[in-house]
């Protein structure tokens, strides 16, 4: 038998509990064909030696705005690191206009008000941008603050008149001032003129996120909404992801979410009222390139932002326990009607009360129309109680928490939460040991979307001040690294072909500096992708050495 490809003299970490290890490992169009010595007797095209490096499946992360990673590139970068307080981010962003056109929007992204002391100020806005219409993003991607030109072009001349809609907020200073901040809903007072996206620029997006994610070892990602009014680019969203997979741009597989607002009647469907997308198009269609996953709704906001429903006040802000998105009873009545027309959901909950509220949601969908194996998804499940984590797991439900927020955003959270609640915080080791297929994901751009130093926070838990974030619910570096590769995949229903690599699974690997398990557990974050194989060929090759021999 002759086949494309055998690796070679690798240490092969499977994921699969059958086989966990491997030396050597054979692939055929793009699959996997055997290891060791199923391989004996069998020919290659190449035979490619790894020189005893680690390899592990593919990551993948669960929650991962693959678009938006690509077109913040495109845009300023405001985040704490390059603007570390506001008299540095006012002076990028007054350089930055400066190299615009006249009247051309300047659009930056990153800033977040915990690191700066407060947010940017829409008339110092006004001042540095030389009229120009100014739109700054939050890390949380929660808010933003615009400056008055902004406002103008987007229809609001008059701000002393400016009221925010349901599900959103407005920032004014003491003297009832309006700052130019607008929270969750209120966002689309201004967003709503960069929709829809024109394609070309979508596209060299998806050009752009697809280059750093193979650089970063991310063969697969889920992307959390496209095709709506709040989030993605506009009605024909996955018109663009096509064409860039026709183009061959598209390195990465891709799970795109539709976003629930993009949802409508479908007039009768099996005996029901359907609801979904045209067509009758739901959850499963596509294939192992780009598929239709969950569709994606929001129950509340963000922890950052204090704006995510809490079951009680946050720590720091008295009489403030955040809101809800939209009216429960929307909401519920959204989540069931895509349930029972077949949908997966992903309903992102921050709050403990926003959980409940997803909870009872999925639950009055099941009792309307029972289905099995429906995986329905919690994303982030920021804080969680005992009795909130036995009901996912008895629901069947999907937890996604996000690793790399367990740093960056950790001290966050504990002044947000306060010392006692910080336990309850992204649990993850409780789920697992509860038998949940947990998925690893980082929610970048929210914060960066390299999957190891993700890996790393699950198994660390530590803060960047170095503060415990719930060390209950570490996970072992073996938990974490099935979470980044098989867990993802089951929480899109796609664990049948990847995740692990086993024979009839796809090619899709990543070549390491070191073993994951085979390092102290604080310098995982340090570890090297070196090479990064998918569909059965290498498509990134840091040094350049994989040439077959
Ligand atoms: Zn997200």
């Excluded at 003299?9 to 086989?19: C, E, K, L, M």
């Excluded at 992102?348 to 998804?377: M, S």
């Amino acid at each position: 038998m002759r086949i494309d490809t055998i690796i070679e003299n690798a240490r092969i970490t499977t994921v699969d509990p059958g086989r966990p290890r491997a030396q050597r490992v054979g692939i055929l169009g793009g699959r996997i064909v055997g290891f060791d010595e199923e391989l004996e007797g069998v020919t290659a095209d190449s035979r490619i030696d790894l020189g005893g490096a680690p390899v592990v499946p593919g990551f993948n992360d669960a929650h991962f705005h693959f678009s938006m990673v690509g077109l913040e590139m495109t845009q300023l970068d405001i985040s704490p690191t390059v603007a570390p307080t506001l008299e540095v981010l006012y002076q990028r962003v007054e350089e930055f206009a400066g190299t615009r056109p006249e009247g051309a929007w300047v659009r930056a992204q990153g800033y977040d008000q915990n690191k700066l002391g407060q947010h940017p100020d829409r008339e110092v806005l006004d001042r540095i941008a030389g009229g120009r219409p100014v739109y700054l993003q939050h890390s949380s991607h929660h808010m933003a603050v615009a400056n008055t030109a902004a406002f103008a072009l987007a229809g609001y001349p008059d701000l002393t008149r400016i009221t925010a809609p349901d599900g959103g907020s407005l920032g004014f200073d003491e003297r009832g001032r309006f700052t130019g901040l607008i929270q969750e809903q209120a966002m689309d007072l201004v967003a709503h003129v960069f929709r829809p996206l024109q394609h070309e620029e979508l596209i060299e997006g998806l050009d752009a996120a697809s280059q750093w994610c193979l650089r970063n070892g991310l063969t697969s990602a889920s992307e959390p909404g496209v095709g709506g009014r709040m989030i993605g680019y506009g009605p024909a969203d996955i018109h663009a992801f096509q064409t860039a997979r026709d183009r061959g741009l598209l390195k990465t597989r891709l799970t795109l979410m539709p976003y629930m607002d993009a949802m409508h009647g479908l007039g009768p469907v099996g005996g029901r009222d359907g609801w979904g997308l045209d067509h009758g198009i739901r959850s499963g269609l596509g294939d192992e390139w780009l598929r239709i996953g969950p569709v994606k709704v929001l129950s509340d906001g963000s922890l950052v932002g204090r704006t995510a429903a809490m079951c009680c006040d946050y720590q720091d802000a008295p009489r403030n326990a955040g809101y809800l998105q939209q009216d429960q009873d929307t909401l519920q009545a959204n989540i069931v009607a895509a349930h029972t027309n077949g949908w997966q959901i992903a309903a992102h909950a921050i709050g403990d009360r926003a959980l409940d509220v997803v909870l009872d949601a999925f639950a009055a969908g099941q009792a309307e129309a029972p289905r099995a194996n429906t995986r329905h998804r919690i994303e982030h499940v920021a804080v969680a109680s005992d009795e909130q984590v036995a009901r996912i797991i008895a629901g069947g439900h999907v937890p996604v928490p996000q690793g790399r927020f367990i740093s960056v955003l950790g001290d966050g959270f504990q002044a947000a939460l306060g010392t006692e609640r910080l336990e309850l915080a992204y649990r993850m080791r409780s789920f697992v040991d509860g038998g949940v297929e947990l998925p690893g994901s980082t929610d970048a751009p929210v914060v960066t979307g390299e999957p190891l130093p993700s890996l790393h926070d699950m198994v660390n838990r530590r803060s960047e001040r170095g503060n415990p974030v719930g060390l209950r619910e570490a996970l072992t570096p073996g938990q974490a690294l099935r979470a980044y590769t098989h867990g993802s995949a089951y929480a899109v229903h796609e664990e049948h072909y990847k995740g692990m690599l086993v024979r009839g699974n796809l090619a899709d690997l990543v070549v390491l500096s070191d073993e994951i398990a085979g390092v102290a557990p604080e310098r995982i974050k340090n570890i090297e992708v070196r090479a990064t194989m998918v569909d059965g060929l290498f498509q990134y090759d840091a040094e350049g050495v994989l040439a077959p021999a």
